[in-house]
């Protein structure tokens, strides 16, 4: 699977139309927020398939929008909650 990127080469903040944040999957099962999976805050998240040894912590293999949840879907790199985008807050 190939990433989206922007123009300045990093993975996608937000998805076209609609303008919802795209958050990203990891190989452990984990979730990242885009900030974090663009490597902001200290992340060492990368593509999956670009290491010949990968970590499944930071291996990046998919993306979501929340659009409903039942409860808290947290960054598991900088503890951001990534909020649904329909339903109660």
Partial sequence: MT??????GNLI????PGGY?????????????P???NGENGSEAYEQGTLSE?????E????FINWENEGPIMCDH???????EYGED
């Fill in 35 to 37: 900030h974090c999976a």
């Fill in 60 to 63: 990046i293999i998919g993306t």
């Fill in 78 to 84: 900088c503890n951001e909650e990534m909020k649904p």
């Fill in 54 to 58: 990968p970590d499944e912590q930071w």
């Fill in 3 to 8: 990433l989206q990127r922007d123009s300045k």
């Fill in 21 to 33: 944040q795209v958050n990203y999957l990891m190989a452990d099962g984990g979730t990242l927020c």
């Fill in 13 to 16: 903040k937000y998805a076209w």
